[in-house]
């Protein structure tokens, strides 16, 4: 079966601008992971959706990152006013849910960021 | 807090060597532990995972142990091959919380026929 998607693999923008990122996950999955993958900061976690209850959002960095995920389904991150330290991959993953610990993460291949 | 701490690589072996990549955390409660692999060019993968205290994790050669007295999970293997050759992360995640897994800083692995 499909994997976890995500779009566009690349995405190239100007200092200032805002982005959305997708992740499609895979059919059934329930909890939804965004983390991002930089030099200097290695793999960090950013928000975490599970089912209809309020997300985790304890991992964004600053105001200007948000995410949504409508119908339990695709998630969207938006960074507003783009700054280059935000250059980075973006990952996704998602897992059946439930007790979250024991289920394992499926990664998509990530969207790569470059903030000019 | 919860962190992950792993040898700084890059690792440079030769075909058929041992391999060890040194994993230690820090962490409140009990927490799962995972090695994940990322293969040039494509997404990371789970390779191990262990739950509890004395369980082994183990897959395609590689194995690991969750060992709470000196807070580790290394990983071994006992002869690499060139297709070893990726980053390894170590990660942990609190079973009492999200699931979000928590990664070390990464080994990259180099196998050299």
């Known amino acids: 079966g499909a994997g976890v998607s995500q779009s566009p693999s690349n995405k190239v923008t100007e200092k200032g601008k805002d982005v959305e990122l997708r992740c499609d996950p895979i059919?059934?999955?329930?909890?939804l992971y965004w983390y991002r993958q930089s030099l200097g900061q290695g793999l960090e976690f950013l928000i975490y959706f599970q089912g209809n209850s309020a997300p985790d959002k304890s991992g964004l960095p600053s105001d200007r990152f948000s995410a949504e995920r409508t119908g339990g389904s695709v998630s969207t991150l938006t960074i507003q006013r783009t700054q280059q330290e935000d250059s980075a991959v973006y990952l996704c993953?998602?897992?059946?849910?439930?007790?979250?610990?024991?289920?394992?993460?499926?990664f998509g291949p990530g969207t790569r960021l470059t903030v000019l | 807090g919860n962190s992950v701490t792993q040898m700084e690589g890059p690792v440079t072996l030769s075909e058929e060597a041992f391999l060890t990549i040194n994993c230690t955390y820090t962490a409140t409660g009990y927490p799962s532990l995972f090695w994940y692999v990322q293969y040039p060019g494509e997404g990371l993968q789970l390779l191990l995972k262990a739950t509890k205290a004395d369980d082994k994790g183990s897959n395609k050669g590689f194995e690991a142990t969750y060992r709470k007295e000196t807070t580790s999970f290394h990983l071994e293997k006992g002869s690499v091959q060139v297709s070893d050759s990726a980053v390894y992360f170590c990660a942990l995640s609190d079973p009492s919380n999200t699931g979000k897994l928590i990664f070390g800083q990464g080994t990259t692995l180099q196998v050299k026929p």
């Open positions: 059919s059934g999955h329930t909890a």
């Open positions: 993953a998602s897992s059946l849910g439930g007790q979250g610990a024991l289920n394992e993460q499926f």
